[in-house]
């Protein structure tokens, strides 16, 4: 893992002079942070991750977490992966009963079950190398 770069959930921003809703996330370690352009409704997901806000019924990442929790299967962590054509790409590393399964996902949804479950987030060196920004707030 020596090439993941540790990162924390900054703030969910939507700014219309950019084109939407984005999730920022920053290096634990440092000062760089990643933009990731999100939908509406993930970052309503997200937000209400951070904010603790409960829902009367479970929207779609509370759904996923419900679903781990009744095979009896944890998230062990999410991992930003890939930058292809201005897109972002992650993996949802999920155990159970010792095994690990990587799973295809859009950043936006892992980030919003990591923030659910407690499990970290990581980048790859790669792409905060590529994507990354410093000073960005």
């Known amino acids: ?5 540790p990162v924390v959930v900054e703030k ?4 219309e002079n950019i084109g939407g809703p984005f999730v920022l996330l920053k290096d634990k370690n440092g000062e760089v942070y990643l933009p990731i352009s999100i939908g509406y409704a993930e970052a309503q997901s997200i937000f209400f991750a951070i904010e603790g806000v409960n829902v009367p019924r479970p929207i779609t990442h509370d759904l996923i977490v419900n679903l781990l929790k009744a ?22 590393v999920m155990r159970k009963e010792n095994v690990l ?3 295809d996902a859009r950043p936006s949804d ?11 987030i990581f980048v790859s060196k790669k792409v905060m ?4 920004q ?4």
């Open 71 to 92: 095979f009896d299967a944890q998230l062990d962590r999410v991992v930003v992966n890939d930058l292809k054509n201005n897109t972002f790409y992650a993996r949802i």
């Open 101 to 103: 399964y990587s799973i």
């Open 129 to 132: 190398d590529e994507a990354g």
């Open 110 to 120: 892992s980030i919003a079950i990591a923030l659910r479950t407690g499990a970290s």
């Open 134 to 137: 410093y000073n960005l707030i």
């Open 1 to 5: 893992m020596n090439d993941l770069v």
């Open 12 to 15: 969910v921003v939507i700014d």
